[in-house]
């Protein structure tokens, strides 16, 4: 990896990471304060909502804004005809899928309240569907800086207009066992408001970002692309997205019809709080997939040794997040969600075993992706969410939210044994040098478990930060941490203005 190339991914990666990590910690603080003020049974249809919208959001975009982003970053010229074409193409899938949430509104016999919020976040899909398709643009230039301010700015609008509106319609004051709580009811579709009004504000940043960085003026001079080519290349990403978010929302849904709103409220909370550490892979991917997509042009060698290394990587952060979140699950809702959500521990802790494939799954989708086997990583996440409705048909009716759970850990486990199968024959890696710190971070985990479980009088915030110095501590003392790992953190927080060290694979 060149030292320009090296500044490039870490420079990217810490936008990525800023606008990660704003994001997520904005979206949890929101959806902890709607579970705070409404309780269980209100959470659970507003998640139902935003469940039931996300199974269909993909198909607004079908596949186009991956595609843009690696034609863009193999040739600037070609990727901005395509984009021209995709603009128009656009046009035509919002319009379908608009459609095609309101039949199947209909079809589902919503109550009236649901389907006015079904409405609203209809036109969040929209206007999503667009911005998306300017930043990647902007990725394949990979100018991310844009990206990651305007996530930020969206989901900080939605969580101050959220507040706001619950103020306002609902009474928001504080409470007696949890720091907040509503003393009127409000309707669901008011809740959706603020996604609107932050899908306008990302768009505009997107825009400004186009602008800036005189798009705009590129395009004037280049002729259209060929959508047959377009869509033909975009099918395969908006497969694997279509399946990959019915893979992700379809226990929510099935949740919602076989065992109600509140079971979606119990299993809403635990799926909220594991899918918030999510931004870790995010940020890495994000930055890595264009380079991704150079190296599979130009330096096909690469890719094995990066992959290894962002798996590395991941463990080192998914291990202990893991083991803390399930060692700590009943106090940590218990103490931010109220007494009313403890049901949810125990599908917390099954979710928590997950977090660690869910991490590593990430390189292994975007590395087929960057090599145009995006068909069979389709195929890869067709398989895993068939297993995951099969499971949840199964399990829901007799365990409910545990149910789900189960499905979902079932589900993620199979998909990364199938992803990690494919990768090593498609592109030459070292496993033994993923499964040696690997053991050594578990062993780090059990000790930092062992010390969380014995200072159980402590406070909640004492313990998690007790754990951390202890995780630390003894993965720098066993080797689990090289001083490799310490320079890339450094790198990247630091915004590239130092090189990263080249990968190896070594232990």
Not at 165 to 191: F, M, P, S
Request: proline residues 3%.
């Amino acid at each position: 990896m060149t030292s320009a190339t090296a500044q490039r991914i870490a420079r990217n990666t810490a936008w990525f990471t800023f606008g990660s990590i704003g994001q997520k910690a904005f979206s949890f603080v929101h959806f902890t304060i709607i579970a705070m003020a409404l309780g269980v049974g209100s959470t659970g249809r507003y998640f139902s909502v935003l469940a039931f919208t996300a199974l269909f959001a993909t198909a607004a975009d079908w596949g186009i804004s991956p595609v843009i982003i690696r034609e863009v970053a193999k040739d600037r010229d070609r990727g901005l005809a395509l984009f021209r074409i995709a603009l128009r193409c656009k046009v035509v899938t919002i319009f379908l899928t608009a459609l095609a949430i309101a039949i199947a509104t209909m079809l589902a016999g919503y109550s009236p309240e649901i389907q006015r919020a079904i409405a609203v976040a209809t036109v969040t899909v929209a206007i999503d569907s667009l911005h998306m398709l300017l930043y990647a643009v902007l990725r394949g230039f990979q100018r991310v800086h844009y990206e990651a301010i305007g996530n930020v700015m969206n989901q900080a609008t939605v969580t101050l207009a959220a507040i706001l509106l619950l103020a306002v319609l609902a009474g928001l004051q504080l409470g007696d066992e949890t720091l907040l709580t509503a003393t009127r009811g409000i309707d669901t579709a008011w809740l959706l408001v603020p996604f609107v009004l932050a899908s306008i504000v990302n768009l505009s940043v997107a825009v400004y970002g186009l602008i800036r960085e005189r798009v705009m003026d590129q395009l004037r001079s280049i002729a259209l692309g060929s959508w047959r080519w377009l869509l033909r290349a975009a099918t395969p990403f908006a497969f694997t997205a279509i399946l990959a978010r019915v893979y992700t929302y379809s226990d929510t849904f099935l949740l919602s019809i076989l065992a109600g709103e509140l079971a979606v409220g119990y299993y809403s909370t635990p799926f909220k709080i594991a899918f918030a550490f999510q931004f870790l892979p995010l940020a890495l991917i994000g930055a890595l997939y264009p380079a991704m997509s150079e190296a599979a042009v130009r330096d096909r060698g690469r890719l094995g040794t990066t992959f290894t290394e962002g798996v590395r990587s991941l463990l080192l952060i998914a291990l202990p997040i893991a083991f803390g979140v399930g060692v700590l699950a009943s106090d940590i809702l218990t103490v931010v969600y109220g007494s009313s959500f403890l049901p949810s521990a125990l599908p917390l802790a099954i979710l928590a075993i997950a977090i660690p494939f869910t991490f590593v799954n990430f390189p292994a989708g975007y590395l087929l992706n960057a090599i145009d086997r995006q068909a069979t990583n389709t195929i890869l996440v067709a398989i895993a969410t068939v297993a995951n409705i099969g499971l949840n048909l199964i399990l829901i009716p007799r365990l409910s939210a545990i149910g789900a759970a189960i499905s979902a850990l079932v589900a993620t486990v199979l998909l990364a044994v199938m992803n990690f199968t494919v990768v090593h024959r498609t592109v030459r890696y070292e496993l033994h040098a993923i499964i040696h710190p690997a053991i050594r971070i578990l062993l780090a985990c059990l000790v930092m478990s062992a010390v969380v479980v014995v200072s159980a009088a402590l406070p909640l915030g004492v313990r998690i930060l007790l754990g951390a110095v202890t995780y630390g501590v003894v993965a720098l003392g066993i080797g689990a941490v090289r001083k490799a790992d310490l320079a890339v953190v450094l790198a990247i927080f630091r915004g590239g203005r130092h090189t990263l060290p080249a990968a190896s694979n070594s232990l």
